[in-house]
């Protein structure tokens, strides 16, 4: 019935129209062979960008990429952005305009302004006074370093001596808008106006024809001398050197007429940015590049080639994108396949790719057939496929195996199906049996349909069997979760990491040119060569060491199909060197990094595929060389530091150049960080850097991904820094150094020697002579000790002998009393008399007593020789209430003496009594006062009459109480001052007085 009704709707239908529908649906069927998703590499302000709008690139001498953005600069080495905005010196954040000058400096048109970088700081140069209010669209240096400006309102404007000025000749008057600036080979310079295209240069501008008028966006100069314009609203213009303008708009293929940025690279392909996306101009024909070949955004403002050949795109709202190549495309199911997940890979006799896929079945690659459960595939999920010698298909699958002929799934009896089991590879040996891997072990399907199941051999168990491969007429390898299997002459034998293994999860086989099985497992890449296992790490990660994928070129070379991205590599220069290896990742175009399980296939083109969890990856070794050979990158010291303080001087590193001259660093800061980048704009995160302090280190340090040195305590001395990098091959790049010198510390300087030289001879003089004082200061010690002890003595013996004259008056005078028999004062002299007697012998015991004790017995003294000379003096002792004559200290028998000479030199020789007064008293600083006066005849008249007489006795105790003061003095044991006697000279008075000064204890 539907068929009928099918052809009566159609048999009135116009032939042509049949011919046309059938062209268009044979068209939309072979568009997956050719729609293909490339690599892009986005940069956004999640990853450091300054901001998502870039307006312009450039690159510096030194290497860096520079972005203006609307929300200010960013300077990219590969890894890292730097970031310059308001607080960094641009007047205005929105950058329209970069130019790498030819001295390493940078100069940036943000807004209205013009900005100079020198590598350190960001520096405003004046426009004139009409173009204060007009934006800086275009900046070009000329052959003599002059720097064009263009802007929009003002012209041309010329940086010449340091002063901003209109162009020479400039013709302002038509000429206002300037969008675009490109310097030619012979010094030129292209300007593209709102209104057109002029050329010129030092003073002479004439317009360049052209097709139409156009609005001019953007210039390119092509290899050929093909100057391309491209404008706002009219297409693409291309002015060759000799014939007809070219023209392309959308009726020709151009996404949009809108052009805003034209590009020739290295390769003399000219691409074309709009706001839909790219297009590709390559010999004649237009490619485009949009969201459906993989860019993340086609909103498309500007366009650069970096100096390593990698083509950067800015976008109005989605960061910078770098392209990665056409070396590695993807195919996924918005191509027309029938999944992205694709676990195997094969070709039939007429040439047509199959794919096996996780989920979705088995599928043509050309989208024109798929088979499914429907069809009578068994399952799904397809693990493993093989090519049988009459070109029909089998497919291993999680619930059996299925066999495909010309596209039509074959029937299996149960047993040959494998039902229930999960095949996971496929071997046909040379005898025609079928050798299949599953989950539980392994089925042989031989030739005469018998069907053997073995879940083990020889006693070993066999599970996870992921690949089965052939070495020979009778023996097979197989890959299980407990290791390899080698099948002998029916006979199984098991290696494990106990016989060399890296790990005993095997996943892949693969035979080299030489016959060496290679083995992929969880834990890195394992060779078998004669009898002998070689353990190769692919990667510093896990993810770079399980290997689930390997597969064989045509030249020969191995691919390992990795966790992380592919490994590609020589089999010998790999055994020979484990660095000899080339890693693909997403810089390359991968658009996902994890590979599937033996998803690995070459077409009978040669072509490679590979598949990923992001789509069925090709590449094509014919038609894209495998990377382009970059230079190594070019290192550069960012920095010095000590105590994350800047070191002085170091602050002239930063662009990549070091500074003029060694620096100096204290020796107080010997801990040192250097920090330092590699410019590698296409593999940034996969860079290597190795250091090494020359004077302190004996040979380059291990290579580390770290960019930072450290190095602590250094000594004095003279030393170079230098750090390299490497690309992803291991090639290293030329290094970077500073030199610097750690001044020695001040003990370690020649005239700290000298100083120390002297200061030992002073020491050694000092010494000499401190020696020599001591010794005499020793020895006038001992003399001083000496006569101190016989003073003592002599103290001691006055102290007990007494004044005979003294004693034989005191006996007289009680001898009177008892023969007046006047007993009242006899007892009371003979009291008295006995009192004093036995305190001078006390006193005699002891060098010091109290201050009370002695004047205690001065007053006894006193009061012996009023009652002998009742009417000759009187005498009075005084006691300031501030002192404690308990606690001042004082020698024995210090007073007597003067109170004695005062009596017997002073008062007793006058006519009339006297008085003698002995006051104790505080003085201001604290000392304790003793004051003896009398108003006697005085020292003068005492001297005349005193010789012969008992003034012997007296005066030598006061010779004796001097010296010993003054011997306590020196010997700092007690500082006792003693002023007199002296005479009085007040007038119309006589006498004498002495002071006795005594430390106070506090």
């Not at 006038?780 to 016989?790: A, E, G, Q, V």
Request: glycine share 12%; hydrophobic share 40%.
């Amino acid at each position: 019935m539907v068929n009928a009704a099918g052809s009566d709707r159609s048999q009135g239908r116009d032939p042509g129209f049949a011919i046309v529908l059938c062209s268009a649906l044979l068209l939309l069927a072979t568009l997956p062979l050719h729609a293909q998703q490339f690599g892009f590499t986005q940069f956004a302000p999640r990853d450091g960008l300054a901001q998502s709008q870039v307006r312009c690139m450039a690159q510096d001498k030194a290497g860096y990429l520079w972005f203006g953005t609307l929300g200010g600069a960013s300077r990219f080495d590969g890894l890292d952005f730097i970031n310059f905005g308001l607080r960094d010196g641009l007047p205005d954040p929105q950058v329209n305009a970069l130019l790498a000058a030819s001295d390493g400096t940078v100069w940036l048109g943000c807004g209205s302004f013009l900005v100079h970088f020198d590598g350190h700081d960001m520096r405003n140069v004046p426009l004139p006074a009409q173009a204060t209010e007009v934006r800086v669209l275009a900046l070009a240096e000329g052959p003599s370093g002059t720097i064009y400006v263009g802007t929009d309102g003002a012209g041309l404007l010329e940086l010449k001596g340091g002063r901003v000025s209109p162009a020479d000749g400039w013709p302002s008057d038509t000429a206002q808008n300037v969008r675009s600036l490109l310097t030619l080979p012979d010094g030129n310079l292209l300007v593209g106006l709102r209104n057109g295209l002029l050329r010129g240069g030092i003073g002479s501008w004439s317009a360049v024809p052209l097709p139409f008028p156009a609005s001019i966006s953007s210039l390119a100069l092509g290899r050929d001398g093909t100057i391309w314009a491209g404008t706002f609203g009219d297409g693409l213009i291309g002015l060759p050197r000799n014939g007809p303008p070219l023209l392309y708009d959308e009726t020709k293929g151009l996404l949009q007429n809108n052009v805003r940025a034209v590009l020739v690279d290295r390769r003399d392909r000219l691409w074309v940015g709009t706001k839909f996306g790219i297009d590709l101009l390559d010999e004649g024909r237009l490619r485009a590049y949009t969201v459906h070949q993989g860019m993340p955004n086609d909103n498309v403002w500007c366009l650069f080639e970096d100096d390593g050949g990698s083509l950067w795109f800015g976008t109005d709202g989605a960061g910078v994108l770098r392209y990665a190549g056409a070396s590695y495309v993807t195919y996924t199911v918005t191509e027309g396949l029938c999944s992205d997940l694709v676990m195997t890979a094969l070709s039939d006799k007429a040439g047509d790719i199959w794919l096996g896929t996780y989920g979705n079945g088995v599928c043509r690659m050309d989208g024109m057939a798929q088979i499914t459960t429907l069809d009578g595939l068994p399952n799904n999920t397809v693990w493993c496929g093989l090519v049988d010698a009459d070109s029909s298909l089998w497919f291993g699958t999680s619930d059996g195996l299925c066999h495909i002929v010309n596209g039509i799934v074959m029937p299996l009896d149960r047993m040959q199906a494998l039902t229930g089991q999960r095949v996971l590879s496929l071997y046909r040996n040379p005898s025609g049996d079928l050798w299949c891997g599953t989950r539980d072990g392994i089925s042989v399907l031989f030739r005469d349909g018998r069907v053997e199941h073995h879940g083990e051999m020889d006693g070993m168990a066999l599970r996870g069997v992921r690949s089965i491969k052939g070495g020979g007429a009778d023996t097979i390898w197989l890959a299980t979760d407990m290791g390899i299997v080698k099948i002998e002459e029916g006979k199984a034998k098991r290696f494990t990491t106990m016989d060399g293994l890296s790990h005993n999860t095997v996943f892949c086989l693969l035979a080299d040119a030489k016959g060496r099985l290679w083995m992929g497992t969880s834990n890195g890449l394992t060779c078998h060569d004669q009898g002998r296992f070689t353990k190769i790490d692919l990667g510093m990660d896990f993810g770079s060491n399980y290997v689930g994928l390997l597969l064989r070129d045509g030249e020969n070379n191995l691919w390992a199909g990795t966790n992380n991205g592919l490994f590609h590599f020589n089999p010998d220069s790999l055994l020979a060197d484990p660095s000899a290896k080339e890693h693909i990742t997403e810089e390359d175009g991968l658009r996902g990094l994890e590979c599937n399980l033996n998803a690995g296939f070459m077409d009978r083109q040669g072509r490679l595929f590979f598949g990923t969890n992001a789509g069925l990856v090709m590449h094509d070794p014919q038609r894209s060389p495998l990377r382009a050979k970059l230079a190594p990158p070019v290192t550069h010291i960012t920095g010095i530091s000590s105590f994350l303080e800047p070191i002085a001087g170091s602050d002239s590193i930063g662009i990549g150049t070091g500074p003029v001259l060694p620096l100096e660093v204290g020796y107080r800061r010997n801990h040192l960080l250097f920090t330092y980048t590699a410019i590698a704009l296409a593999y940034g995160r996969h860079v290597r850097f190795q250091y090494r302090l020359a004077g302190f280190d004996t040979d380059w340090l291990p290579p580390t991904e770290a960019r930072f040195a450290s190095y602590s305590n250094l000594p004095q001395g003279a030393y170079t820094f230098e750090v390299r990098a490497a690309d992803r091959q291991g090639n290293w790049g030329p290094a970077a150094e500073v030199a610097f010198t750690i001044t020695p510390p001040f003990w370690l300087r020649w005239w700290f020697f000298a100083l120390c030289a002297a200061s030992i001879a002073g020491i050694l003089l000092a010494t000499a002579r401190y020696r020599s004082l001591r010794r005499r200061r020793k020895e006038k010690t001992r003399h001083l000790i000496l006569r101190s002890r016989m003073l003592q003595l002599e103290q001691q013996a006055l102290n007990a002998n007494m004044n005979r004259h003294f004693i034989f008056n005191a006996l007289n005078s009680i001898q009177y009393s008892i023969n007046r028999q006047d007993k009242a004062m006899a007892n009371k002299y003979l009291t008295s008399f006995a009192k004093l007697i036995r305190k001078n012998l006390d006193a005699s015991q002891s060098d010091t007593t109290s201050l009370a004790e002695e004047l205690d017995r001065l007053e006894l003294y006193l009061e012996l020789e009023h009652m002998r000379f009742k009417d000759k003096f009187r005498y009075a002792i005084n006691m300031a209430p501030d002192v404690d004559p308990h606690a001042v200290k004082i020698p024995a028998m210090m007073l007597q003496p003067y109170v004695e000479n005062s009596i017997w030199h002073g008062i007793l020789p006058m006519a009339h009594a006297g008085r003698v007064d002995i006051t104790v008293e505080r003085t201001a600083e604290g000392r304790t006062r003793i004051r003896i006066t009398d108003d006697g005849i005085g020292i003068e008249r005492s001297v005349d009459g005193k010789a012969g007489r008992i003034g012997d006795h007296i005066s030598r105790g006061i010779e004796i109480t001097k010296g010993r003061a003054e011997i306590l003095r020196k010997l700092n044991l007690a500082d006792i001052r003693i002023q007199g006697p002296e005479q009085l000279s007040e007038p119309g008075k006589a006498g004498t007085q002495v002071i006795v000064d005594l430390p106070t204890p506090v």
